[in-house]
């Protein structure tokens, strides 16, 4: 928000030179917009360093100096958007667009490689990476390292074939938010660098671990369930309104459905946390759609219709709205095919 910095969920719409976004309305998008952004001239940052701890931020930055934060469901949603709206800002230029799709697909994660193995190797006092104090104009920068010696390291440890597997894979780690660029010559490249420029593999670029780590090891326990839990492939995520345990009350969430192992995680759209909270294992669920004439025993305030109903095998009941009857039924066979 612009007043007050808040999160809040809206429903954007990509035109050729603008960016309409709509307020949502018990999970459904109000007939006009609540604004635009206007792509004329416009600047778009991806990833965005602003937010340390929402690494799916994109920032636009209008011709009029107006700065527009949009945070995305996930990396590949980003990607896709940021490159859209590149497509969108740089219509008049097709070549240039041909060269950013090109850059797009080559800047993939290689299926057989996990980030968090990466990061815990890197982490290891013996055969991780060397961590010194750097100085760069003038400036010390304590437990850094150069970006060259991390494609070194990526190269010596078998996890990248050449410097450019080594140099993408790095861009992950940095956008992942497990790294991050720390120094003038760094962070202006990942402020202004292209899909393919924003690290460098250069002796004079430094860069440092993210704080996010020490969050995501606190408790080693907590760990491996959520890379369990999270480390299922995407097969659907949209918003939803789910009815609250304890007050009953109805709030947008933002649902992800993963396959192998099958779970059910929703999100706070407005919360800076990107974990989860809740979920649960679809193994032994039922789900059912329930009828609109009527509100079912269990359910309580305003109720739109679309509803559906989740049980899960501990005997939990969730209640879920869904903008449309179409939706509700993409939903629930989406679910059953994980039960």
Not at 27 to 55: A, H, M, T, W
Not at 140 to 161: Q, R
Not at 297 to 311: D, E, P, S, W, Y
Request: hydrophobic share 35%; with cysteine.
């Amino acid at each position: 928000g612009h007043i007050v910095h808040n999160w809040k969920a809206r429903w954007f719409i990509l035109l050729q030179d603008k960016l309409l976004y709509y307020k949502l309305d018990g999970g459904k998008k109000e007939p006009s917009p609540k604004g635009r952004v206007l792509l004329d001239g416009c600047i778009i940052s991806c990833p965005c360093l602003d937010y340390e701890n929402r690494p799916l931020v994109i920032k636009l930055k209008t011709k009029t100096n107006m700065e527009y934060f949009l945070d995305c469901c996930s990396r590949e949603e980003r990607d896709s958007w940021a490159l859209d709206i590149t497509g969108a800002i740089h219509a008049g230029h097709p070549v240039q667009v041909q060269q950013l799709q090109i850059m797009k697909n080559s800047f993939k994660l290689p299926s057989n490689i996990s980030l968090n193995h990466i990061v815990d190797k890197l982490h290891d006092s013996s055969s991780g990476i060397k961590l010194s104090p750097n100085t760069e104009q003038g400036n010390t920068y304590k437990e850094s390292f150069p970006g060259s010696s991390l494609v070194d390291w990526l190269i010596s440890s078998n996890f990248a074939a050449s410097r450019f597997e080594a140099v993408t894979l790095a861009s992950m780690l940095m956008e992942e938010n497990f790294t991050k660029p720390v120094g003038a010559r760094s962070t202006e490249a990942m402020r202004s660098g292209d899909l393919a420029e924003q690290f460098l593999d250069d002796s004079t670029a430094l860069y440092i671990f993210a704080e996010s780590y020490k969050k995501k090891i606190s408790s080693k326990e907590e760990l491996q369930l959520s890379i369990l839990e999270l480390s299922g492939t995407i097969v659907k995520q949209g918003f939803l309104i789910k009815q609250g345990h304890k007050r009953k009350n109805w709030k947008v969430r933002r649902f992800v459905l993963r396959a192998e192992p099958g779970f059910l995680h929703y999100y706070d759209p407005t919360k800076e946390e990107k974990r989860p909270v809740g979920g649960f294992s679809l193994r032994g669920c039922l789900v059912s759609a329930l009828e609109d004439n009527g509100v079912p025993t269990g359910v309580k305030g305003n109720v739109q219709g679309n509803l559906f109903k989740i049980i899960t095998k501990n005997d939990i009941h969730y209640y879920i709205q869904a903008s449309s009857k179409a939706e509700r039924a993409e939903w629930i066979e989406a679910i059953k095919l994980l039960t």
